[in-house]
């Protein structure tokens, strides 16, 4: 496939579990390396306290990031989510329905069921909000048994969750919330029906071609279910997220060098006067500025997350809530902020070297 190319641009200013190491401890290596205390606590919290390397390359990646040293905290969010047959047959829904019929609200997150609006932790709160979910799960009657009804609308297909399991979701969450609010957290149950959303904010037309592709899933497959604590840069709130498909080296000051994988969130409300080119805020660098979108592709938003921490509720077990293995997306993720280390390590040197 060709490279495409760059849109022209008029000025340059025109406007197997993993142990998680203990928190504490992996500060203090940071702090050992020289990093100061509120740059190594947004660093491990970024990365999901997967240790300090990880944590130390995300710093290194982000040093021209301008909000580095602003009291940002991140949003989390708490989803039910498939695991196994379930999810690949949701999986591959998505694609299909995205194939055949325009982009929809459904396409913006991974399969999943919301337990609870989008909530703010200070990062040095996020230990607190780890171990506050490891008592209050403890009041759900493990195994659940998840039951899906299928439903459809003139504007909504979804699928419901049986009450009975519903119920116990819900009491833990209100248990959640209560016990967060010690440490001063802020988060909301979800009041409506639990459920799956399937489509929605779809063009009418695509109604009834979405509800035959729909209809395909086999519900009644047993599957397991997690319930999955993610957070998100609130610099994504109210943005499209995309992937880069090329990469691309900057040759103007405000442009956005792009590395193949990274994730752009793209910035509708803001507007460029050169065609094909975008706003946008860069996950790997965390760096805001110009890019050209015929190197991107759109993307769910829920994949530039970070995975906090994950239990079972479909299966027998009396072990604490556990950090799920490091998925290929987050192996890559290490990989891709050791590229642009060593790539911003070039720089430098080679800088020194002119000079």
């Known amino acids: 496939m060709a490279l495409p ?34 740059r190594a606590q947004k660093a491990l919290v970024a990365t999901g306290y ?51 019929c325009e982009w929809n609200g459904a ?12 909530f703010q932790v200070d990062d040095d709160k996020v230990c607190d909000l780890l171990e506050i979910f490891r008592i209050a799960h403890k009041e759900l009657q493990l195994p659940l048994q998840v039951e899906l009804d299928y439903f459809s609308s003139n504007n909504f297909i979804g699928l419901f969750v049986n009450d009975a399991c519903a119920n116990q979701l819900r009491t833990m969450m209100d248990q959640f919330s209560q016990l967060a609010k010690s440490s001063e957290i802020q988060l909301d149950g ?14 009418r037309e695509d109604h009834t071609l979405l509800e035959a592709l729909s209809k395909v899933i086999n519900i009644k497959e047993a599957s397991d279910w997690e319930i999955r604590i993610f957070s998100r840069d609130p610099r994504m709130n109210k943005t499209h997220t995309y992937q880069v498909k090329y990469s691309y080296q900057s040759e103007l000051p405000d442009e956005l060098n792009l590395t193949v994988g990274d994730f752009i969130y793209h ?39 970070t995975l906090h921490q994950s239990v079972s509720i479909t299966q027998k077990q009396s072990e604490r809530p ?9 192996r890559r993720s290490s990989q891709m902020l050791l590229q642009t280390q060593h790539s911003q390590n070039e720089e430098t040197n080679n800088s020194l070297d002119n000079g």
Request: include cysteine.
């Open 5 to 38: 190319s760059r849109p022209l641009r008029k000025s340059a200013h025109q406007n197997v579990v993993e142990t998680p190491t203990k928190p504490q401890k992996d500060i203090d290596v940071l702090l050992g390396m020289g990093f100061p205390k509120t």
């Open 50 to 100: 997967r240790g300090p390397q990880l944590a130390a390359d995300w710093l290194l990646s982000h040093v021209k990031d301008a909000t580095l040293d602003q009291n940002l905290p991140r949003e989390f969010v708490v989803y039910l989510c498939p695991v196994g047959k379930v999810q690949l047959e949701l999986d591959e829904y998505m694609k299909k329905s995205l194939k055949e």
């Open 107 to 118: 396409h913006n997150y991974l399969p999943h069921v919301t337990l609870c609006s989008f």
């Open 190 to 203: 979800h009041k409506k029906q639990l459920h799956v959303t399937l489509a929605y904010q779809y063009q």
């Open 267 to 305: 910035d509708s409300e803001r507007t460029c006067d050169d065609p094909g080119w975008h706003w946008g805020v860069s996950w790997l660098t965390g760096v805001c500025g110009l890019y050209p979108g015929n190197h991107t592709t759109r993307v769910a938003e829920s994949k530039a997350w």
């Open 322 to 330: 556990r950090r799920p293995l490091m998925s290929s997306y987050q």
